[in-house]
T-cell receptor, first 114, second 111 residues
Framework: GAVVSQHPSWVICKSGTSVKIECRSL??????MFWYRQFPKQSLMLMAT?????????EQGVEKDKFLINHASLTLSTLTVTSAHPEDSSFYIC??????????FGSGTRLTVV | QKEVEQNSGPLSVPEGAIASLNCTYS??????FFWYRQYSGKSPELIMS??SNGDKEDGRFTAQLNKASQYVSLLIRDSQPSDSATYLC???????????WGAGTKLIIKP
């Protein structure tokens, strides 16, 4: 149980375009979804916390107008990287807190901006 | 001082031996501690969670927590090449309700 489905697994896009990443909780309701970014050989860095039906809370230094997060339902949260640039190339991972279990992660999205 | 610290490694252990991974944390009131395994290019997967002082065993894995000394460790017995991965320590900070991640320790099991 406690599965989060994330897609796409990888995406290559041109600089200046936008990319949407989806995370769905398959067998539980995720009232809170966490979005992380991980650069090579570095730890997970929390970008933002999204709560169903309300605005996301962004960490310091993360541009909310560039990384749009929508959590419209208890089973779906999306991250849209707008006007992507090569420096946005990274591994993006969503995570949800599951009671008595800990945190479960999506499979991650490898974004490459060319 | 970082909130959660791990030795980045790599830690090289012969197959069949015990691998010992350590993590220290700064928030004295933290109550929840997690060990995750992450293969290259993959998302982290939960290995163990521990909430009380002492040892918690699950198969070949043992988590150890010492709140007085503010460290948590993970022991892997009978190490296998498939255990080669980066192991991330995560601590839930009760002070600000955030999950803080260590940078991870890269473990290499040599056949």
């Amino acid at each position: 149980g406690a599965v989060v489905s994330q897609h796409p697994s990888w995406v290559i896009c041109k600089s200046g375009t936008s990319v949407k990443i989806e995370c769905r909780s398959l067998d539980f309701q995720a009232t809170t979804m966490f979005w992380y970014r991980q650069f090579p050989k570095q730890s997970l860095m929390l970008m933002a916390t999204s709560n169903e039906g309300s605005k996301a809370t962004y960490e310091q230094g993360v541009e909310k107008d560039k990384f749009l997060i929508n959590h419209a339902s208890l089973t779906l949260s999306t991250l849209t990287v707008t006007s992507a640039h090569p420096e946005d190339s990274s591994f993006y991972i969503c995570s949800a807190s599951v009671r008595n279990y800990g945190y479960t992660f999506g499979s991650g999205t490898r974004l490459t901006v060319v | 001082q970082k909130e959660v610290e791990q030795n980045s490694g790599p830690l090289s252990v012969p197959e069949g031996a015990i691998a010992s991974l350590n993590c220290t944390y700064s928030d004295r009131v933290s109550q929840s501690f997690f060990w995750y395994r992450q293969y290259s290019g993959k998302s982290p997967e939960l290995i163990m969670s521990i909430y009380s002082n002492g040892d918690k065993e699950d198969g070949r894995f043992t988590a150890q927590l010492n709140k007085a000394s503010q460290y948590v460790s993970l022991l892997i017995r009978d190490s296998q090449p498939s255990d080669s991965a980066t192991y991330l320590c995560a601590v839930f900070m009760d002070s600000n309700y955030q999950l803080i991640w260590g940078a991870g320790t890269k473990l290499i099991i040599k056949p």
